[in-house]
């Protein structure tokens, strides 16, 4: 329309210039030529394109509805925050017991409270029932059944697959979520055949397989393995992995197709298809306590392993290149995460920094220093199997779900909420009491 007006009124122009140009003096000569060259200027301006505003988005429309925070304090006491709503649920629900610890399943609808010196182990319902693009809700509670194994303590999770390994027999206790819902649970206990008691590991992957750790000599139980088989679950061996074998294991991680397990010679991979391979150490690793990978971590939507050695950092598993990389050298980590559904990997390190790096990149994307409560560990005072077994547990001070960063305080009694992707602070919830341990929980919905 603006555009049309412009060429009728160009060419009323040019007529009466036409008609009158025995008159025209040399002043409206100059005045046409630049009347001219400013619609001819203006009519470009048509086609430039004008970005639309769009209204930012708040925090409660950008996070998932069914993320929750689980908060305990020192007596134990849990609590489930709702971050949207800023509402705080106290079920009447037993106390996490002292030396207890917590692990979120993969669908994020279940903590398993492992109890090392009780030979126990319990499951945590959190009230939330994940069916990936929607959920529902319901009170949480602790499942009335209860896993029996002499010292319950490797924790692992794939596909909805709750995988302990029991230290005092070399069994191995197998949840699945589907069927932790209804009111006939009972996890199952997988006494493997050939297997003494030990420090160990245990996955699960795709086909009911189960990846555990033995000893080479079962002779002498106790210490670390060397040796990784794969296992139906009856504990039958249908997969021998003596051909790849190292001086010792510790730690593991599985995304269902990959089974990953730290060792002092590198990352010893067993497979869905039955197979096993070494991706050996590169430099400055080495089979000397503390510079070799003894804690794993992987997630189902993940391609890539991240494995961390005490003295010597952080590194990157590649399974399908059979390869691996340096991110962070040092001893400055504390902990170390995917987000909830696996897109950014997040490490946390001694002096309150953050890093938060692309997770089947490796990239970094942001880094920052953040206000975060002192890990009451003191993971710095442990002997290294010590340290590489503590490093498997959830952070206790800082969580993720798959938008945000949730931080505990140093004050303890306030969750600091920020952006994943900037790190920058997008608001505070005050808590009524102070907590020793806070974990995401729930799930990002699709």
């Known amino acids: 329309m603006i555009m049309s007006l412009r060429i009728i009124f160009l060419n009323l122009f040019l007529q009466h210039c036409c008609i009158n140009k025995t008159k025209m003096k040399k002043t409206n000569l100059f005045l046409m030529l630049m009347l001219i060259t400013g619609i001819i200027a203006c009519s470009n301006d048509d086609n430039?394109?004008?970005?639309?505003?769009?209204?930012?988005?708040?925090?409660?429309?950008?996070?998932?509805?069914?993320?929750?925070?689980?908060?305990?304090?020192?007596?134990?006491?849990?609590?489930?925050?709702?971050?949207?709503?800023?509402?705080?649920?106290?079920?009447?629900?037993?106390?996490?017991?002292?030396?207890?610890?917590?692990?979120?399943?993969?669908?994020?609808?279940?903590?398993?409270?492992?109890?090392?010196?009780?030979?126990?182990?319990?499951?945590?319902?959190?009230?939330?029932?994940?069916?990936?693009?929607?959920?529902?809700?319901?009170?949480?509670?602790?499942?009335?059944?209860?896993?029996?194994?002499?010292?319950?303590?490797?924790y692992s999770h794939s596909e909805g697959n709750i995988i302990v390994f029991n230290d005092g027999d070399g069994s191995v206790t197998h949840a699945r979520e589907v069927a932790m819902e209804t009111p006939a649970f009972q996890p199952r206990i997988i006494a493997p055949f050939e297997t003494v008691a030990h420090h160990g590991a245990a996955t699960w992957m795709r086909g009911n397989k189960f990846a555990v750790t033995f000893k080479e000599d079962n002779s002498?139980?106790?210490?670390?393995?060397?040796?990784?088989?794969?296992?139906?679950?009856?504990?039958?061996?249908?997969?021998?992995?003596?051909?790849?074998?190292?001086?010792?294991?510790?730690?593991?991680?599985?995304?269902?197709?990959?089974?990953?397990?730290?060792?002092?010679?590198?990352?010893?991979?067993?497979?869905?298809?039955?197979?096993?391979?070494?991706?050996?150490?590169?430099?400055?690793?080495?089979?000397?306590?503390?510079?070799?990978?003894?804690?794993?971590?992987?997630?189902?939507?993940?391609?890539?392993?991240?494995?961390?050695?005490?003295?010597h950092g952080l590194f990157m598993i590649d399974p399908d290149n059979k390869t691996m990389s340096q991110l962070l050298s040092g001893k400055t980590i504390n902990g170390f995460f995917f987000s909830e559904a696996g897109t950014h990997f997040i490490v946390h390190h001694s002096g309150n920094k953050v890093n938060v790096y692309d997770a089947n990149s490796g990239s970094l994307k942001v880094e920052g220093n953040i206000d975060v409560a002192q890990d009451q560990n003191a993971r710095k005072n442990l002997d290294d199997l010590s340290y590489y077994r503590l490093m498997n547990e959830e952070s206790p001070v800082i969580s993720a779900s798959e938008q945000f960063l949730y931080v505990l305080s140093s004050s303890r009694d306030q969750i600091e909420i920020r952006d994943i992707k900037t790190l920058e602070s997008v608001g505070q919830i005050a808590l009524p009491t102070t907590v020793n341990q806070m974990m995401r929980v729930g799930f990002q919905t699709i």
């Open 48 to 154: 430039v394109d004008v970005e639309p505003i769009e209204n930012e988005l708040s925090f409660s429309e950008k996070e998932s509805d069914y993320i929750r925070l689980m908060l305990v304090e020192s007596d134990g006491k849990i609590h489930l925050l709702d971050p949207n709503t800023e509402e705080i649920n106290t079920p009447e629900v037993d106390p996490i017991h002292d030396g207890a610890r917590l692990y979120v399943s993969s669908t994020g609808s279940f903590v398993t409270k492992t109890m090392r010196q009780e030979g126990k182990v319990k499951f945590f319902d959190v009230g939330i029932v994940n069916h990936v693009d929607h959920g529902h809700t319901h009170n949480p509670r602790w499942l009335s059944a209860t896993a029996e194994a002499p010292m319950p303590t490797h």
């Open 220 to 311: 002498e139980p106790g210490g670390l393995p060397q040796l990784v088989h794969i296992l139906n679950n009856s504990g039958e061996k249908i997969a021998d992995g003596s051909g790849v074998k190292v001086s010792g294991i510790h730690g593991d991680a599985s995304n269902g197709n990959y089974s990953a397990f730290g060792s002092t010679d590198g990352i010893l991979f067993a497979t869905a298809d039955d197979e096993f391979f070494l991706v050996e150490n590169i430099e400055p690793l080495n089979n000397a306590s503390g510079n070799w990978m003894g804690t794993v971590r992987g997630h189902d939507n993940s391609n890539k392993f991240y494995g961390n050695s005490r003295n």
